[in-house]
């Protein structure tokens, strides 16, 4: 696990990271309560922007990640600025998220997109 700005994190109770998982919280992360991340996860809440023809030393833009209760999030994701996960979502190995995924739905892809709604 690799925390960058942990000030800015805040994890709730019962959360579980598998091995080589990254957070970089410059605008700030939180995680709910009883939330699994899969291995090798990237949790990064803002990026540079280019300036004088170079992203190195470009300053910040980002925006806040909210992963929701009950969450799940598969192997190899990224979340990028802006994540907001409802409650009891799962996202699918291998995807980019940077939007709003509602409660109780599978999602997955490049840009994530709702697959289905979960029962139960």
């Known amino acids: 696990m690799v925390f960058y700005d942990t000030s800015k994190i805040e994890i709730g109770n019962y959360v579980y990271f598998a091995y080589g998982s990254w957070l970089s919280a410059g605008t700030g992360i939180v995680i709910d309560d009883e939330v699994q991340v899969g291995p090798y996860v990237v949790i990064a809440s803002s990026n540079h922007i280019r300036e004088n023809g170079s992203f190195r030393f470009g300053p910040k833009k980002g925006s806040a990640i909210h992963i929701g209760k009950g969450s799940w999030i598969g192997a190899h994701c990224i979340l990028g600025a802006g994540t907001e996960m409802g409650p009891g ?32």
């Open 89 to 120: 979502s799962a996202i699918a190995a291998n995807s980019f998220i940077n939007s709003v995924i509602p409660s109780d739905v599978l999602a997955g892809g490049s840009p994530a997109k709702v697959i289905k709604h979960i029962e139960g």
